[in-house]
Each structure stands twice: as structure tokens, then as C-alpha cells.
């Protein structure tokens, strides 16, 4: 064993010691810079880092990566690496590595040896391994929605924290691949304790800038709510290593370097002159006389030693030099050496780094949509992951299950949902068969989440004279989308709707039923509903799919559940059908707080309230795809729009769909009308199908967009001449002078975008691409003037602009017929079932007062967290009305805060879920930002002793955000009381009486 393991072993041994005897040893710094080599003031410190990135799905799937399957496809098999960077590091007690993918270190430690654990968390303890990153995955920063994010970090910082111990607690960010990056990601991190981000996609115009104002690196004013939220940031040129210098077996074609004196190939002095050339040149970039090489790259080092060989002999070569002083480093040790350096670095103080452009032509903005149904499928997976982990935390209160099994019942769902998060899954920018894959995940974790969801809420909502067991055969319907579901189409069946907010949740209930008459029944008998005709789907799926829709809406209690029994009567017809609208025909959708009307002439909806009136017109319009054969003036060779690259026809305006006919039928408006609802039904062509309803939901109040795009076959797409289709919905309105326009940040902050602003000059090129930005929850026009502004709250991520006065358009559906030459070698073309897919997504429209964003805020976190609807055949002799009444609750209460009306508007429980042996994680949020509400975005306090009557909290202690780390001692006082800020989120560890 050598002189490193040795110490290392050594100081564990002295902090368990330390803390055994009440002494709280701070080991996360003191770990990662033991192997720290010495920094010469009069020499540039070259920090050479050796690294492998390991995508968690790409061009191959998650186990066909690590398992090295499919080598036709890439020759990869990443559980090689640890076994390769193992074996290295002990031929040399100089050599560092960092691992950042804890979904690929969680699955190799699963199956290692003690002896190799040891092996690996001594060379950790000592330094020579960072922990870097430490999220499940390495998360996309455009398309990911900040709950997503945080669960990700906390549930892989966690996996580090029960393996490695707290010098495997990260320290670094390291995105070095996402497409751009975020404000909100910036801030996580720093919430998250980390020093500092290091990544590599960055803007080239900006990069430019940044290297003649020696800006690679700076400060980063992540968040405007918070005093001290600046997190130092370095902008690599790249995290491949230097072309020349890359020695991987697989992945490079470098000449090695021979260091033999005698041999006629001896190139060492080349090599050197080489490398020196480079760091003069990369030197000059920086404000202190440290810089960084990233000595690997994609899925480098399964045969490690070739690329440490080199590297030792690189280094060997300048060790007689009086300029350069070039060894082995980690992120940490460079952190440390260029803060000692004491250099004065610039302050990015707003902003962030979208979108990501190669050139003036190669805008990254196409994958803000690509494939859009699998990023709707993953805000669904989240979605029932919160409601899963809440309903697995009472159950673990009410020993339902004991505290492993209550967190094995979401484990996989946690690791499913955290996958999804990757830059090439959420992102749409893997092959389509990987797509597919990773729907299988999420699909198989629901249903195994569902294994025990039944026994859970059947004995949460038992009744107290019950003693056995009550188990409901439970299932989340996936396909109600495209009017699917088997359990409702029964005669008999029982709906379960559970709310992870904690406040009450205004729930419309939509479910395909066979048509006939039915009885829907509460907790109070009776519920109102409607059946209704739905908007007809373009494409014929292979499923008993039905054409009527029970339509009803009910209050469900603050992290709390309701029961109906849905029950057939008889099969006499009883469904509202579309009527025709006639020309210039009017149709009233609002109620006595707003006067809503919609113009089937023109398309538009007049909205006057609060003495204010919107008009307001929403088309469907396409953008052709540039297919990159250079045969217009300004086009660029070989540049198309792909899964990662959006770029119209150079020049060309969007579409009216409207005026096209989009598949040869001409539109047609009609409507439904029922004692509870209108809905407003339009079709533009054959292959979009729109229904617009007016929604109040208490103070709330919005029109819903419900839209179905596609398929985008042949008919539709000019696929003679390569040239794809992208389809975007436009909103307008008047009174709107938007230059500036606002996009969400990971669903969090808003960042505020000028138009035509963002390329340094070069906008003009390509003038819709340059203006794309990610829209994850929401985009707005405002004008403070006169008071107004309109907002679109979005069901999923998608590209948006404002590229006129008045108007916001986002990107929604896309196909390409070409690849945009970034790796993928595949266009994006997607089939389900034999045909061009087809995806249907919500818009929710707000128009307001500029003064205040409270709808828009609340409402975004709606349909974030929405209620988790779960069915069940209630044809069974025991799941009768009578029989079920006689065993179970229709109501639950969870969260009893402020006389069970929940917490304020403005707070919401981010997460309360089961965590180790007794205790449970509880994460609380203000939801809102300094300045946007003047009511809402004050400061608000909480007392949480009584949260979730009748479980009485016993202790509370505070955690860093990603809850790997305590941060202030045991919260006390009478009833736990807690002050939250804007923007502020606090996480807790807390127990029960």
C-alpha cells in the first residue's frame, strides 16, 4: 500500500475519532486539495485534469454504455473506465482523476468487492480522485425545470455521501457538455455549496469577447433575490484535450510520445515545444498564471494507462523548465490556486448563456423542442414522482411500510426521473431508439412505483374501525392524452386524486368513457360533470380508444386526496356534440369577473377586465427548415436545422397555416356548450386539432390553449426537397410594446431578453434563430406604460420569442430531414405506431396587469405539481359503491397548515419524502421574486411543529440545499418556526413524536 492510501486511511480513521467524541469534522475542502501540487508565483501553473465524460444515453442506451453492447454503434463500455483509472493510479502516486456521473459510479460500486471500495475511497480521501458534479447525471440547463434539478443533485449526492463519506461531497460544477447555460443552474449550485462551475459551451462571439478582456473567467451574480450569490465561473476552450496531445485508444490519433534519447522516433523536445506553444497562446486568456487543460473526453480512458503514460512523460518533459510548472490537478486545487492568486475578476451581473451559437449561422435553439413528447412524458414521470414521494412519507408516519421499504417503492422512479434530466434525454438530441428507451424506464418505474401505491392509499384512507389491510388496484392512466384509458371505459370505476401542493388545487377531471349516462359520486354525493364530444385525433392508434369525455372539476385539499366512483346507468346517448359556428357568429366564455368573447371570423378573443380590454389572436404558423445546400443567398453550406440546430429558410417569415389548408381540408370552428363549460373547438387543416376553454380556478383565471399537432407526414413536409417543418403557435395582442420580452430560468427566475441583442452584430444572419430562447414554464410581453402584460404558461419546455411588438410564438413540433452534423447522424423524424408522431401539449394564456405576476407564478407552479389522477376497475364484487364506503375516507387532509386551508400562496413544500432510518426530508420554497407581487413576494414565515396533524414534529435541523450537508444547528422553539425570503428555498431533516 502506498504513502497516499496509507495517510488517507489514516485521517479517516482520525475523523471518525473526532466525531465520535462530539467534534464536527468540515472534511469536504481538506479532502479535495490533500493532493494539491506546489504553485510557483513565477511560473504559469499548468493544471492538467484528467477526465472521462460519460453521457447517460446518447447514440447508445444507459446499460448499453456501461455494459459495452452495441460496439457497432460506439465501441464503449464505461464500467472499463473505473476498472482501467483503478490500476493506473496505483502505478503512480502523481496521477489524479475526477469521476462526475454518479448514475454510472452508483452502478459499478453496486457490484465491486470491498477490497475495490476501499480501493477507491482511499484514493478519494487522498485527494487523487475529485468528486466532481455529483448529480445523477450531468443535467441539460435549457429544457430542465429546477424541481427536476434539485432532486437529481440531491438524490446522487446522497448515493456519494452513504459511499464515500463527506470527501466525496462535490465541491465543483462541472457542465462541460450541456447546450448552454442557466441562471437558475448557476444559483443551485451555489445554494448547493459548491465554489465553483466550469463549462465550455459558450457563444462564440462571447467567447471571443471574453478572451480579449481576459473574461473566461469571472464572477457570476447567479441571483438577484439573494446578497451573496456570486459563484466563480471559468469558461473552458473545450474539454477535449488539446488536439496532438490526446492519447486515448479509442477516441484519439495522437502520435505517443517516445522518450527515448537513443531511439531514432525520440520526440520529446517536439512535444514540448509543442505543448509550450500552446499554453503561451491559451495563457494570455487568463488574469492569473494558472490555467486549465481538461485531459480527456468522451467516455475516454478504458484503457487509462496509454493516456497516463503519455501524460506522466509530458509532464517528466518540463520538469527542468523555469517557465512552465505542469503536473496533475483537480478542479478544486485549480480553484484554490488562482483564488490565492488574488486577481480581480469581472462580474456578470444578469443573463446567462443562451442561446448557444457555434457560428452566425449555427444557433442550438432546435432542441429547446425536439422531441416534444418526450419532454412532456418527463414533466409527467416528475410529476407523479412528488405525489409518490409525499404519499410514501405519510405512509412511512403511518407505518404503512417501514422506512426502507417506503424508500425502495420510489427508488426507481427517483433514478428514472433523474435520468431524464441528462443533456441528450430531456434535450430530444438522442437517437430515436434511445428515445424509446428511456421511455421505458419511466414507463417501467411508474408501474413499479405502482406496485405499492394501492396498499398505501388504501390504508391512508381507511377508516378507523378498519384493521386489515385495504389495498386498491391502482394505475396511472399514461394514454388519457389520446383518450385511452381501459379502467374508465368499464361500467364501474373508482378515481383517486391526490395533490402535492400544499394548499387547495382546483382539479379538472378528464377521462374517455364509453358513451351512455353516468353518476359520478364524492365524499358529498353527486358531483356535476359533463360528457362531451372531444376534438377528433388525426391518427387511427392502435388502442380501444374512445371518442367521449367525462368533463368535471372538484377542490382537492392541501397534499390531500378525494375519491369518485364513476358508474354507467344506463347506454342511453347523453354526450354534448359540436355545433357549427356560423359566420361572424359570437361566442361568450367568460363569466360575471371577465367578459370573454371569441370572433370566429377573425380568431379573436376579446378579454375586457378590471377596465382593461386584450384583444388577442392565436395562429398555428410553420417555419420551412433550411436544408443546408447553400442555394440561397447567406445560407451557409451544409447547415440545416437537426435535433440540436434551429434554423429556418434564410429571410423567410413563418406561415399561415390557416391560409395553406396544411393537408388539403379546409378550418372550421365549432363549439360545445354545456351547463358547466364552453369550450371552443378549431381545426386548421387536417392535422391541427385546437380547444380553447375559459378556466377560473379562485383568484386564478386564464384561457387554455389544448392543441394536437401532427402528424407531420408527407403530406405536410417537402420532403422532394429535404426541407423540414417547424411548427409554432402565435399569440398577439394589443397595446403591447415588447423590445424586451421576459423567458422563465429552469422555471425559477425570470430573465428579461432584448431583442435582436443577443449575437454582437451578427443577429441579422440568422434573425429567428439568434431570438429563440428556452421557454420551461413561461414567457411574457409587457408594457409597464399602460399597465399590461401577456403571458403563456407552457405544459413542457419549448423554444419562444417575441420577434414583433405584441406577439410571443413558441416552437412546438418539429421535423427534419436532415442532421444538423453534431453527432447525432440521425434526423429527427419520429414514429409511433407506424406513423409521423403526433404530439398534443397546453398553452395557458394570461393577460394581466404588468404590476404583478401572481397569476402567472402560481399558475406555472400548478401545472408543475399538478394532482396525481390514479384509476381503478370497480367492476369486482368487493369494489362496489356501498362496499367501499364501508372501508374508506372520500376525503384525506395531509398538510394542515392555517386551519387545513394550507400554506400561503406564495410558500410551497417543494419536497417531503422518506429519508434515512426515522427521519424525512422536508424542502420548503418562496415561490416568488423580489418586486412581483406586492402582496406576495414579502417575506413569510411559517410554524411547520404542526405541519401534517396528527404527526407532531420532534426536531428540525437545516441542510445545504442538496441536503449532503448540515448548515445550522437544531431549529428550536415552541412550534418550529421558519422565515423564508424570495426565491428562498430551505431544506430540512426532520422527525415525528
Same mark, same amino acid.
Given at each position: 500500500?502506498?504513502?497516499?492510501?496509507?495517510?488517507?486511511?489514516?485521517?479517516?480513521?482520525?475523523?471518525?475519532?473526532?466525531?465520535?467524541?462530539?467534534?464536527?469534522?468540515?472534511?469536504?475542502?481538506?479532502?479535495?486539495?490533500?493532493?494539491?501540487?506546489?504553485?510557483?508565483?513565477?511560473?504559469?501553473?499548468?493544471?492538467?485534469?484528467?477526465?472521462?465524460?460519460?453521457?447517460?444515453?446518447?447514440?447508445?442506451?444507459?446499460?448499453?454504455?456501461?455494459?459495452?453492447?452495441?460496439?457497432?454503434?460506439?465501441?464503449?463500455?464505461?464500467?472499463?473506465?473505473?476498472?482501467?483509472?483503478?490500476?493506473?493510479?496505483?502505478?503512480?502516486?502523481?496521477?489524479?482523476?475526477?469521476?462526475?456521473?454518479?448514475?454510472?459510479?452508483?452502478?459499478?460500486?453496486?457490484?465491486?468487492?470491498?477490497?475495490?471500495?476501499?480501493?477507491?475511497?482511499?484514493?478519494?480521501?487522498?485527494?487523487?480522485?475529485?468528486?466532481?458534479?455529483?448529480?445523477?447525471?450531468?443535467?441539460?440547463?435549457?429544457?430542465?425545470?429546477?424541481?427536476?434539478?434539485?432532486?437529481?443533485?440531491?438524490?446522487?449526492?446522497?448515493?456519494?455521501?452513504?459511499?464515500?463519506?463527506?470527501?466525496?461531497?462535490?465541491?465543483?460544477?462541472?457542465?462541460?457538455?450541456?447546450?448552454?447555460?442557466?441562471?437558475?443552474?448557476?444559483?443551485?449550485?451555489?445554494?448547493?455549496?459548491?465554489?465553483?462551475?466550469?463549462?465550455?459551451?459558450?457563444?462564440?462571439?462571447?467567447?471571443?469577447?471574453?478572451?480579449?478582456?481576459?473574461?473566461?473567467?469571472?464572477?457570476?451574480?447567479?441571483?438577484?433575490?439573494?446578497?451573496?450569490?456570486?459563484?466563480?465561473?471559468?469558461?473552458?476552450?473545450?474539454?477535449?484535450?488539446?488536439?496532438?496531445?490526446?492519447?486515448?485508444?479509442?477516441?484519439?490519433?495522437?502520435?505517443?510520445?517516445?522518450?527515448?534519447?537513443?531511439?531514432?522516433?525520440?520526440?520529446?523536445?517536439?512535444?514540448?515545444?509543442?505543448?509550450?506553444?500552446?499554453?503561451?497562446?491559451?495563457?494570455?486568456?487568463?488574469?492569473?498564471?494558472?490555467?486549465?487543460?481538461?485531459?480527456?473526453?468522451?467516455?475516454?480512458?478504458?484503457?487509462?494507462?496509454?493516456?497516463?503514460?503519455?501524460?506522466?512523460?509530458?509532464?517528466?518533459?518540463?520538469?527542468?523548465?523555469?517557465?512552465?510548472?505542469?503536473?496533475?490537478?483537480?478542479?478544486?486545487?485549480?480553484?484554490?490556486?488562482?483564488?490565492?492568486?488574488?486577481?480581480?475578476?469581472?462580474?456578470?451581473?444578469?443573463?446567462?448563456?443562451?442561446?448557444?451559437?457555434?457560428?452566425?449561422?449555427?444557433?442550438?435553439?432546435?432542441?429547446?423542442?425536439?422531441?416534444?413528447?418526450?419532454?412532456?412524458?418527463?414533466?409527467?414521470?416528475?410529476?407523479?414522482?412528488?405525489?409518490?414521494?409525499?404519499?410514501?412519507?405519510?405512509?412511512?408516519?403511518?407505518?404503512?411500510?417501514?422506512?426502507?421499504?417506503?424508500?425502495?417503492?420510489?427508488?426507481?422512479?427517483?433514478?428514472?426521473?433523474?435520468?431524464?434530466?441528462?443533456?441528450?434525454?430531456?434535450?430530444?438530441?438522442?437517437?430515436?431508439?434511445?428515445?424509446?428507451?428511456?421511455?421505458?424506464?419511466?414507463?417501467?418505474?411508474?408501474?413499479?412505483?405502482?406496485?405499492?401505491?394501492?396498499?398505501?392509499?388504501?390504508?391512508?384512507?381507511?377508516?378507523?374501525?378498519?384493521?386489515?389491510?385495504?389495498?386498491?388496484?391502482?394505475?396511472?392512466?399514461?394514454?388519457?392524452?389520446?383518450?385511452?384509458?381501459?379502467?374508465?371505459?368499464?361500467?364501474?370505476?373508482?378515481?383517486?386524486?391526490?395533490?402535492?401542493?400544499?394548499?387547495?388545487?382546483?382539479?379538472?377531471?378528464?377521462?374517455?368513457?364509453?358513451?351512455?349516462?353516468?353518476?359520478?359520486?364524492?365524499?358529498?354525493?353527486?358531483?356535476?360533470?359533463?360528457?362531451?364530444?372531444?376534438?377528433?385525433?388525426?391518427?387511427?392508434?392502435?388502442?380501444?380508444?374512445?371518442?367521449?369525455?367525462?368533463?368535471?372539476?372538484?377542490?382537492?385539499?392541501?397534499?390531500?386526496?378525494?375519491?369518485?366512483?364513476?358508474?354507467?346507468?344506463?347506454?342511453?346517448?347523453?354526450?354534448?356534440?359540436?355545433?357549427?359556428?356560423?359566420?361572424?357568429?359570437?361566442?361568450?366564455?367568460?363569466?360575471?369577473?371577465?367578459?370573454?368573447?371569441?370572433?370566429?371570423?377573425?380568431?379573436?378573443?376579446?378579454?375586457?377586465?378590471?377596465?382593461?380590454?386584450?384583444?388577442?389572436?392565436?395562429?398555428?404558423?410553420?417555419?420551412?427548415?433550411?436544408?443546408?445546400?447553400?442555394?440561397?443567398?447567406?445560407?451557409?453550406?451544409?447547415?440545416?436545422?437537426?435535433?440540436?440546430?434551429?434554423?429556418?429558410?434564410?429571410?423567410?417569415?413563418?406561415?399561415?397555416?390557416?391560409?395553406?389548408?396544411?393537408?388539403?381540408?379546409?378550418?372550421?370552428?365549432?363549439?360545445?356548450?354545456?351547463?358547466?363549460?364552453?369550450?371552443?373547438?378549431?381545426?386548421?387543416?387536417?392535422?391541427?386539432?385546437?380547444?380553447?376553454?375559459?378556466?377560473?380556478?379562485?383568484?386564478?383565471?386564464?384561457?387554455?390553449?389544448?392543441?394536437?399537432?401532427?402528424?407531420?407526414?408527407?403530406?405536410?413536409?417537402?420532403?422532394?426537397?429535404?426541407?423540414?417543418?417547424?411548427?409554432?403557435?402565435?399569440?398577439?395582442?394589443?397595446?403591447?410594446?415588447?423590445?424586451?420580452?421576459?423567458?422563465?430560468?429552469?422555471?425559477?427566475?425570470?430573465?428579461?431578453?432584448?431583442?435582436?441583442?443577443?449575437?454582437?452584430?451578427?443577429?441579422?444572419?440568422?434573425?429567428?434563430?439568434?431570438?429563440?430562447?428556452?421557454?420551461?414554464?413561461?414567457?411574457?410581453?409587457?408594457?409597464?406604460?399602460?399597465?399590461?402584460?401577456?403571458?403563456?404558461?407552457?405544459?413542457?419546455?419549448?423554444?419562444?420569442?417575441?420577434?414583433?411588438?405584441?406577439?410571443?410564438?413558441?416552437?412546438?413540433?418539429?421535423?427534419?430531414?436532415?442532421?444538423?452534423?453534431?453527432?447525432? !447522424?440521425?434526423?429527427? #423524424?419520429?414514429?409511433?405506431?407506424?406513423? &409521423?408522431? +403526433? %404530439?398534443? *401539449?397546453?398553452?395557458?394564456?394570461? $393577460?394581466?396587469?404588468?404590476?404583478?405576476?401572481?397569476?402567472?407564478?402560481?399558475?406555472?407552479?400548478?401545472?408543475?405539481?399538478?394532482?396525481?389522477?390514479?384509476?381503478?376497475?370497480?367492476?369486482?364484487?368487493?369494489?362496489?359503491?356501498?362496499?367501499?364506503?364501508?372501508?374508506?375516507?372520500?376525503?384525506?387532509?395531509?398538510?394542515?397548515?392555517?386551519?387545513?386551508?394550507?400554506?400561503?400562496?406564495?410558500?410551497?413544500?417543494?419536497?417531503?419524502?422518506?429519508?434515512?432510518?426515522?427521519?424525512?426530508?422536508?424542502?420548503?420554497?418562496?415561490?416568488?421574486?423580489?418586486?412581483?407581487?406586492?402582496?406576495?413576494?414579502?417575506?413569510?414565515?411559517?410554524?411547520?411543529?404542526?405541519?401534517?396533524?396528527?404527526?407532531?414534529?420532534?426536531?428540525?435541523?437545516?441542510?445545504?440545499?442538496?441536503?449532503? !450537508?448540515?448548515?445550522? #444547528?437544531?431549529?428550536?422553539?415552541?412550534? &418550529?418556526? +421558519? %422565515?423564508? *425570503?424570495?426565491?428562498?428555498?430551505? $431544506?430540512?431533516?426532520?422527525?415525528?413524536?
Amino acid at each position: 500500500m502506498n504513502l497516499i492510501v496509507i495517510l488517507g486511511l489514516f485521517t479517516s480513521i482520525a475523523n471518525i475519532f473526532a466525531e465520535k467524541f462530539g467534534f464536527r469534522v468540515d472534511k469536504s475542502e481538506s479532502c479535495a486539495l490533500r493532493a494539491c501540487n506546489k504553485i510557483y508565483s513565477n511560473k504559469i501553473n499548468v493544471h492538467l485534469i484528467p477526465h472521462s465524460h460519460d453521457d447517460v444515453g446518447w447514440l447508445k442506451a444507459v446499460d448499453e454504455y456501461y455494459y459495452g453492447l452495441h460496439e457497432d454503434v460506439q465501441n464503449v463500455g464505461i464500467q472499463y473506465i473505473f476498472e482501467s483509472v483503478l490500476q493506473a493510479l496505483k502505478h503512480n502516486v502523481d496521477r489524479r482523476y475526477i469521476q462526475v456521473e454518479t448514475a454510472y459510479f452508483w452502478k459499478w460500486w453496486q457490484k465491486q468487492p470491498q477490497e475495490k471500495k476501499d480501493l477507491f475511497k482511499s484514493f478519494v480521501e487522498s485527494g487523487r480522485i475529485e468528486m466532481v458534479g455529483g448529480g445523477w447525471t450531468m443535467n441539460d440547463e435549457a429544457c430542465t425545470n429546477y424541481q427536476s434539478i434539485i432532486n437529481q443533485f440531491t438524490w446522487g449526492l446522497r448515493l456519494l455521501n452513504d459511499t464515500l463519506g463527506d470527501c466525496g461531497r462535490p465541491k465543483i460544477g462541472w457542465q462541460i457538455d450541456p447546450f448552454g447555460h442557466s441562471r437558475e443552474q448557476a444559483s443551485i449550485f451555489k445554494q448547493m455549496g459548491y465554489d465553483a462551475i466550469f463549462f465550455t459551451r459558450l457563444s462564440i462571439d462571447d467567447r471571443n469577447r471574453r478572451k480579449a478582456t481576459q473574461d473566461l473567467e469571472f464572477m457570476w451574480k447567479s441571483n438577484d433575490n439573494f446578497k451573496d450569490s456570486e459563484i466563480f465561473t471559468s469558461a473552458m476552450d473545450g474539454y477535449y484535450a488539446p488536439s496532438d496531445f490526446c492519447w486515448d485508444y479509442l477516441q484519439c490519433d495522437s502520435d505517443a510520445i517516445n522518450d527515448d534519447p537513443e531511439s531514432f522516433d525520440y520526440n520529446l523536445p517536439k512535444k514540448i515545444e509543442e505543448f509550450a506553444k500552446r499554453i503561451d497562446s491559451y495563457k494570455k486568456y487568463f488574469r492569473t498564471n494558472n490555467i486549465l487543460f481538461a485531459m480527456g473526453g468522451d467516455f475516454q480512458y478504458q484503457a487509462a494507462e496509454i493516456n497516463f503514460l503519455n501524460i506522466d512523460k509530458l509532464i517528466k518533459g518540463f520538469e527542468s523548465s523555469k517557465k512552465y510548472n505542469v503536473f496533475y490537478s483537480t478542479p478544486s486545487c485549480y480553484v484554490n490556486a488562482v483564488k490565492k492568486a488574488n486577481a480581480t475578476f469581472s462580474v456578470k451581473e444578469s443573463g446567462d448563456f443562451f442561446p448557444y451559437n457555434e457560428n452566425d449561422h449555427v444557433y442550438w435553439a432546435g432542441y429547446y423542442t425536439s422531441r416534444s413528447t418526450l419532454k412532456r412524458y418527463e414533466r409527467v414521470g416528475n410529476n407523479i414522482l412528488q405525489a409518490a414521494q409525499n404519499l410514501n412519507a405519510f405512509a412511512k408516519l403511518r407505518k404503512i411500510c417501514n422506512g426502507s421499504e417506503c424508500e425502495e417503492n420510489i427508488r426507481s422512479l427517483r433514478e428514472a426521473v433523474s435520468t431524464m434530466q441528462h443533456h441528450d434525454a430531456i434535450t430530444g438530441t438522442e437517437k430515436e431508439r434511445v428515445a424509446y428507451d428511456y421511455s421505458r424506464i419511466l414507463t417501467s418505474a411508474i408501474r413499479d412505483t405502482e406496485k405499492s401505491i394501492g396498499k398505501t392509499i388504501g390504508n391512508i384512507l381507511k377508516l378507523d374501525n378498519i384493521t386489515e389491510d385495504v389495498t386498491l388496484p391502482l394505475t396511472t392512466c399514461l394514454l388519457t392524452n389520446i383518450s385511452v384509458c381501459d379502467q374508465t371505459m368499464k361500467d364501474r370505476s373508482l378515481i383517486v386524486i391526490y395533490n402535492p401542493l400544499p394548499k387547495y388545487a382546483t382539479y379538472y377531471i378528464r377521462v374517455p368513457v364509453q358513451n351512455g349516462t353516468y353518476t359520478l359520486t364524492g365524499i358529498y354525493g353527486p358531483i356535476n360533470f359533463e360528457l362531451i364530444q372531444h376534438m377528433n385525433y388525426p391518427v387511427d392508434y392502435p388502442f380501444d380508444s374512445s371518442d367521449i369525455e367525462l368533463s368535471a372539476s372538484d377542490s382537492i385539499p392541501p397534499m390531500g386526496m378525494k375519491v369518485y366512483y364513476l358508474q354507467k346507468i344506463s347506454n342511453t346517448s347523453s354526450a354534448i356534440e359540436p355545433t357549427f359556428l356560423k359566420e361572424n357568429e359570437l361566442i361568450h366564455l367568460g363569466n360575471n369577473k371577465s367578459k370573454i368573447t371569441f370572433d370566429s371570423k377573425t380568431n379573436e378573443l376579446t378579454i375586457r377586465k378590471n377596465q382593461n380590454e386584450f384583444q388577442t389572436k392565436q395562429k398555428f404558423m410553420y417555419y420551412v427548415s433550411n436544408n443546408g445546400t447553400g442555394d440561397l443567398p447567406g445560407s451557409g453550406d451544409n447547415i440545416t436545422s437537426g435535433a440540436y440546430v434551429f434554423r429556418p429558410v434564410n429571410g423567410s417569415a413563418a406561415v399561415n397555416i390557416e391560409e395553406t389548408g396544411f393537408g388539403g381540408l379546409d378550418s372550421k370552428v365549432m363549439y360545445t356548450k354545456g351547463d358547466t363549460m364552453v369550450e371552443i373547438i378549431q381545426q386548421f387543416g387536417k392535422y391541427i386539432v385546437q380547444t380553447l376553454r375559459y378556466i377560473v380556478e379562485g383568484e386564478l383565471e386564464y384561457i387554455e390553449y389544448d392543441w394536437v399537432v401532427g402528424p407531420l407526414n408527407n403530406k405536410t413536409v417537402d420532403t422532394p426537397n429535404n426541407k423540414g417543418i417547424e411548427i409554432i403557435a402565435r399569440y398577439s395582442v394589443n397595446n403591447i410594446k415588447s423590445d424586451y420580452f421576459y423567458t422563465d430560468s429552469n422555471g425559477r427566475q425570470m430573465i428579461q431578453r432584448e431583442r435582436n441583442n443577443y449575437a454582437y452584430n451578427n443577429d441579422s444572419i440568422e434573425p429567428v434563430a439568434s431570438n429563440y430562447y428556452p421557454v420551461t414554464s413561461r414567457i411574457t410581453i409587457k408594457n409597464s406604460t399602460k399597465d399590461l402584460q401577456m403571458s403563456v404558461v407552457t405544459d413542457r419546455s419549448q423554444g419562444g420569442s417575441s420577434l414583433k411588438d405584441g406577439e410571443i410564438e413558441l416552437l412546438i413540433h418539429r421535423r427534419t430531414l436532415r442532421d444538423d452534423h453534431k453527432g447525432l !447522424e440521425e434526423t429527427l #423524424e419520429e414514429m409511433e405506431y407506424g406513423e &409521423y408522431i +403526433v %404530439t398534443r *401539449g397546453s398553452h395557458y394564456l394570461i $393577460t394581466s396587469s404588468a404590476a404583478s405576476s401572481r397569476t402567472e407564478r402560481i399558475l406555472a407552479l400548478n401545472k408543475m405539481t399538478q394532482p396525481w389522477m390514479l384509476v381503478a376497475d370497480a367492476t369486482g364484487e368487493d369494489m362496489d359503491l356501498d362496499t367501499l364506503k364501508a372501508k374508506i375516507n372520500f376525503k384525506w387532509i395531509g398538510c394542515k397548515a392555517n386551519g387545513e386551508q394550507g400554506l400561503p400562496p406564495n410558500l410551497n413544500v417543494l419536497n417531503f419524502e422518506p429519508w434515512k432510518d426515522d427521519t424525512f426530508l422536508l424542502r420548503l420554497e418562496h415561490i416568488f421574486e423580489q418586486n412581483e407581487d406586492k402582496e406576495y413576494s414579502k417575506e413569510v414565515s411559517v410554524e411547520l411543529k404542526h405541519l401534517f396533524d396528527p404527526f407532531v414534529m420532534n426536531s428540525i435541523q437545516e441542510l445545504s440545499l442538496a441536503a449532503n !450537508e448540515f448548515i445550522r #444547528e437544531r431549529i428550536t422553539g415552541d412550534n &418550529y418556526k +421558519v %422565515t423564508l *425570503g424570495p426565491m428562498e428555498i430551505r $431544506t430540512f431533516l426532520v422527525t415525528f413524536k
